[in-house]
């Protein structure tokens, strides 16, 4: 029992765009139905969150809004070799953002 945890604890960041890639083919939050509300999109990212947790790894689940039009946008993000990747839980496709640099 110990040994199992001590695969988990303490998370880590993914060690490479691979492995996230690997990881997020076989979490299946993505292949659900889209979401009507941005509560049930919102819920996915929090579900893949802790999905991750359980694995031993570190995503954040954010969101941006509501704009003008009462929209919002929700996506995942992890930090691979201290760049930020980011993608929306319903399609798995993570993008690097290269704005801010290395953060780590």
């Known amino acids: 029992e110990l040994a199992e945890i001590k695969e988990v604890y303490p998370p880590r960041d993914f060690s490479s765009l691979s492995e996230l890639q690997d990881w997020l083919l076989k979490n299946d939050v993505s292949e659900r139905p889209l979401s009507t509300y941005a509560s049930g999109w919102y819920r996915k990212a929090l ?44 399609t798995d496709e993570p993008y690097q953002d290269a704005a801010l640099g290395k953060v780590k």
């Open 47 to 90: 579900e893949i969150q802790e999905d991750a947790l359980e694995d031993g790894y570190i995503i954040s689940a954010d969101y941006d809004g509501p704009d003008e039009e009462g929209n919002y946008v929700i996506f995942c993000t992890t930090v691979i070799n201290g760049d930020i990747w980011y993608w929306d839980p319903e």
